[in-house]
């Protein structure tokens, strides 16, 4: 017999509000919005639309938004290139796959693990830990990128998959949004758990990870764009390691004379972040939008 409290329980309650715009104002409010979502789809509609054109439409002038010819020609160009490589095309996808997959799994594993007692426990230095937490967003990579680099040196990983894939499971932003997120369950839930005699452990797992399953995509989705976007200059030293958006990179840097293979990367590059969000983007409105929950 399934026992109730391994059900997830998610229910949100918004205020109701009396708006007060008139239509005008609406119709107004609406062609904004719509004005600025063309504004922020036009990259995205021109990327696509370069990735198509023939050489003779990348340098036209001026430029022209939309394809005439469309031709997969800088596909097969940028295959080409890929192919002449003396490190294998399938081993920059197989690199990324490994620095991608398991820092986005471990970092949002590690980070609802410490967000649970950080929401659900009370120990002595929990607000000084999480304040440190908050801190740490405060800086930006390139703030830190030389201690990261120098404990790397330490640890003895430098040129491994780990000295790209340990620093992601220790970013503070999944942390905090994990942490967050955890404390809006009712206690009630993880009260039941204890009761019938499951583990910390098994609470954990049966309860708040379901429940907190939008979040945790979310999280997933920020980490996956951020590996995704990494290069591994920093750490990555032989060829055999680096990943694909390194050898994408080196493309794009060969000037007017790769243009159809770069726009193909362009394409690429922005295409598969695109697609990982799509899947979860549901999710991520959820998070965004709950406003609290109630026993």
Request: proline residues 5%; glycine residues 6%.
């Amino acid at each position: 017999m399934a026992r109730d409290y391994m059900k997830p329980r998610r229910r949100f309650f918004h205020k109701e509000k009396q708006l007060n715009r008139s239509k005008a104002g609406n119709t107004t409010l609406f062609v904004l919005m719509a004005i600025c979502g063309v504004f922020m789809v036009m990259p995205l509609v021109l990327i696509f639309n370069n990735a198509l054109k023939p050489l003779d439409e990348l340098f036209i002038y001026p430029p022209r938004i939309f394809v005439r010819n469309p031709s997969i020609t800088n596909f097969s160009d940028l295959f080409v290139l890929m192919s002449g490589s003396w490190v294998p095309f399938s081993r920059y996808i197989f690199n990324t796959l490994i620095i991608t997959g398991v820092g986005t799994v471990g970092h949002v594993i590690f980070a609802s693990l410490a967000a649970y007692p950080l929401a659900k426990n009370d120990f002595p230095g929990k607000k000084f830990l999480f304040g440190m937490v908050v801190l740490s967003l405060m800086f930006s990579y390139n703030v830190t990128a030389i201690p990261n680099y120098m404990i790397i040196s330490w640890l003895g990983i430098n040129n491994t998959y780990l000295a790209v894939i340990l620093p992601a499971f220790s970013y503070g932003l999944g942390l905090y949004l994990m942490k967050q997120f955890i404390e809006q369950l009712p206690d009630s839930l993880m009260e039941s758990a204890r009761l019938d005699g499951a583990s910390e452990y098994k609470t954990f797992w049966s309860i708040i990870m379901p429940n907190v399953k939008p979040a945790w995509l979310t999280l997933a989705i920020f980490q996956f764009q951020t590996l995704w976007g990494n290069t591994g200059t920093s750490f990555l030293r032989s060829e055999q390691l680096k990943p694909l958006q390194y050898a994408l990179q080196q493309i794009v840097a060969g000037g007017a004379a790769r243009a159809g293979a770069s726009a193909a990367v362009q394409f690429i590059i922005a295409a598969i972040p695109i697609t990982f969000f799509i899947v979860c983007q549901s999710n991520v409105i959820e998070t965004m939008t709950t406003s609290g929950m109630k026993e």
